[in-house]
Each structure stands twice: as structure tokens, then as C-alpha cells.
């Protein structure tokens, strides 16, 4: 047990080092881990398992198996293709939404651009809607693993809320149509490109990691407060920073933060 304690402490310090080196505020290795857990956590129960039984008869091979299926599992955590998730089934057509709220274990969000607001899942995932929300989770039988959501969005606005997850969310939209994002207490990776913005959007994040990398027209404006945490903020292109009626708001607080904003769409 204390060489699969051992393994397990220089996994983690290879793990904090490998993120410093690599890329300190880079999402994707942290959503990776988180994804890779759901799927492989049974390995780990196979492990004491089989120590166990060591513990009983003695048989070395048995306490170098034990370690065998540990290390193994730890390597999985790191590169198995966490995106690897199945289709999204049929589609669900919903009217009447303002807020789309996203909550429990880890989805991959991907928005599309169509005439209905349609939703599409693989399993192990939940949609329901409770007045103008529409609230997509994970179940109580399958709360973590990979998953896969695909909404179309008509041309209206909406919000998006995020909570108790790790979640990767990708849009390519020909204008903006969100007005605000919410995240608290989760892992979020967000990736938009905007060829118009024709509403301001808001971003509210607190105790949580996030990314976010938006490409927008040249020429809007971003405004960034910061109460607490971690910041790295990457502008490129022609965008102005400006507190007065931004097109883009961020209000951050209590965690880790990378803002990228391209300009010039």
C-alpha cells in the first residue's frame, strides 16, 4: 500500500508540473483527468481488490498486479481521448426558453445555429424544462463520464448558467446570442466565435476555472473586474478596453481565470 501511495503522490507532482509547463490556465488537461475518472474509477476498486487478497495469501505477483492495475489506471487518466463520448440521440424540440442552466458531472456542449431550439444527448444525461429554463443534467446512475450535448439555438438571445461540472462548450455563430453566462463552482471551457455582436454579453464566474477564448468583430469593447483570484488575459487584435456600456463584461471572483479575445472577424 505504500508503494501505490507513493506512485500515487508522484503522479500528482507530475501532474501540477506538467500543467505549470505546459500551459498554467489550460483547461483542456484538467477536463481530460475529470472525464477519464468517470470512466475508469472502477480500476481503482480492482486495485484494493486484488491488495486485499494479497494481504491474505501472500503471493507477491499479486501486490505487483495490484500496483500494475493502479499505474495503469493513472496512465489512462492522462490519455485517454476524454472526447470520445457517444452520438447525440434524437432530438427534443423545446419553445418558450430564456435560460438554458447546465449542472452535475461533465458535458461537451456543442451550439448550433438553426430555426428551433433543439437539444440532443448521449446517455446518461437529463433535459427537462421548468417555465422558461431549461435544465440539462447529469443522472443520478451515470452522474460522471463523457457526454455530449447538441443544442440548436433559433435567433433569439439567451442565458447560459453552469454549475457543479466540468464542462467544454464550443459555438460558431454568425451573431451573438447570448446575453449572459453564469458559472459557479465548476470547470468551464468555453470557445465562441462571433461574426456580429448585436447585444452585450455579461460573464459572471465565482469559485470556479475558467477559459474562455471568444473571437469577435474588430472594434468592441471588453471590460474585466476582478474581486479575487488568478488572472492571465490575452487580447489580440483591435479591441478596446473600455468600462463604459461594454460589449463584453467580465465579472470574476474567487477562483482561476484565462479571458483570450480575438478581434478582427
Not at 47 to 76: E, N
Amino acid at each position: 500500500m505504500k508503494i501505490i501511495f507513493g506512485i500515487f503522490l508522484i503522479f500528482l507532482g507530475v501532474l501540477l508540473l506538467t500543467t505549470i509547463f505546459l500551459d498554467l490556465f489550460s483547461l483542456s488537461f484538467f477536463t481530460r483527468i475529470f472525464h477519464n475518472l468517470g470512466l475508469f474509477w472502477p480500476m481503482m476498486l480492482i486495485t484494493f481488490g486484488i491488495y486485499f487478497i494479497y494481504l491474505s495469501v501472500k503471493k507477491k505477483w499479486l501486490y505487483f498486479l495490484s500496483v500494475g492495475v493502479f499505474s495503469a489506471f493513472l496512465i489512462l487518466l492522462l490519455v485517454w481521448p476524454y472526447e470520445s463520448v457517444s452520438a447525440p440521440g434524437k432530438y427534443q424540440v423545446f419553445t418558450g426558453v430564456n435560460r438554458i442552466l447546465f449542472k452535475s458531472g461533465g458535458f461537451t456542449v456543442r451550439f448550433i445555429e438553426g430555426e428551433k431550439f433543439r437539444v440532443s444527448t448521449s446517455s446518461g444525461i437529463e433535459v427537462s424544462k421548468a417555465g422558461s429554463n431549461l435544465i440539462v443534467k447529469g443522472s443520478l446512475w451515470k452522474r460522471f463520464g463523457p457526454k455530449m450535448v447538441e443544442v440548436e439555438l433559433p435567433r433569439d438571445t439567451f442565458e447560459l448558467s453552469f454549475e457543479e461540472g466540468a464542462f467544454t462548450v464550443k459555438g460558431e455563430f454568425e451573431e451573438n446570442r447570448f446575453t449572459r453566462v453564469e458559472t459557479k463552482d465548476s470547470v468551464l471551457n468555453i470557445r465562441f466565435s462571433f461574426q456580429k455582436m448585436n447585444v452585450p454579453l455579461y460573464f459572471e464566474a465565482e469559485d470556479c476555472v475558467l477559459e474562455v477564448l471568444l473571437r469577435v468583430p474588430g472594434g468592441i469593447s471588453y471590460f474585466i473586474d476582478k474581486k479575487d483570484g488568478l488572472l492571465l488575459k490575452t487580447i489580440e487584435g483591435n479591441i478596446i478596453e473600455s468600462d463604459l456600456n461594454p460589449d463584453l463584461f467580465f465579472n470574476l471572483k474567487g477562483g482561476v481565470f484565462h479571458i483570450h479575445l480575438e478581434g478582427g472577424i
